[in-house]
């Protein structure tokens, strides 16, 4: 008869979509020079100049391009599996955490306030539109089974990848498996009389169902990538 | 029996581990190894065909004991760009020159 299958462990290995996508990416040329490109771009550390001791350890401006011209130009099909992907353990989840080299696109020696960053954000053209684009489709939603606006689940993860790469560049906070939490690198402490406000712009973010559901939907394969 | 024909010159591919490549990286990623591999008969100079009789008589009997190789070797031309991965120490790496784009008989 057929062997047992166990869907965690096969071959001996444990299963990791994560490792899984980054083969099928490696073994696309697109996805391999492009993926490659921001990586060691990213991950490049800068030396320290005499004269400048706030420097950011990389060349985040660079960096940050490097992002969004991979995730412009490789189909969602390669790209989005590296991102979203489901993970049974912490090893699997600290490879979807790293996807986008946070250390240099996502954080900051200088942890801002969440009010300034979207001030930042929005007064750059293309950020500001993906910042509407984003509190747009990813709104949570209640009279929706998602969460999402017309249950519309797609819409919120391109809308979540077109951040990728901008100032408001958001991420998952730690490496639980199941437990997803995004966030932006900012906090609200401190935020005076603002502070509900700021609270309420990191919330779209931290606090997010339709969000969190969409890229679990997407990791399960319940779903598929972006409208045409 | 025929003789083979054989294999001229030219760009393999295996599928291989990052940790297979024997670089001293510890990665499960998968990357695509191209090689070089065939013959390169059709590709003697006389160059070659001196150096073969030079290595046979030529050389030992100017005094000399020179070893040279008297054929073209199927060997990379160019090799492909650098190469990214994420080890399993979750530490980002780049490499270069480990995989072939062109191979020639040189």
Known sequence: GEPMRDPVVSAGKPCNPCLDAAKACNLNETCKR???AYNS???KTTPPQPGSPNQEPCSRKRCQKALRQFFERVPWELSYPLLFCSCPDQACAERRR???VPSCSHQERHRPNCLELRRTCRSDVLCRSRLADFHLNC???PHTVSGCPHDNHRGCLMSYVGL???DVTPNYSDNSPSNITLSLWCSCRGGGPQEEECEAFHRDFTHNSCLRNAILSFGYGSDGGPVP | KRARRPK?????????TVSELGLGYESDETVLL???SGKCTAHRHNYDMTMEHMMRTGFRKKGRKDKVSNGPCCRPTAFEKDFSFLDNNSRYHTIQNVSA???GCV
Do not use: H
């Open chain 1, 34 to 36: 492009l993926r490659s």
């Open chain 1, 41 to 43: 771009i990213c991950s």
């Open chain 1, 98 to 100: 790293r996807t986008i």
């Open chain 1, 139 to 141: 709104q949570v939603t």
């Open chain 1, 164 to 166: 990728i790469g901008s």
């Open chain 2, 8 to 16: 001229p010159c030219s760009v393999r591919e295996l599928e291989l």
């Open chain 2, 34 to 36: 191209r090689y070089c």
């Open chain 2, 101 to 103: 784009k062109n191979c």
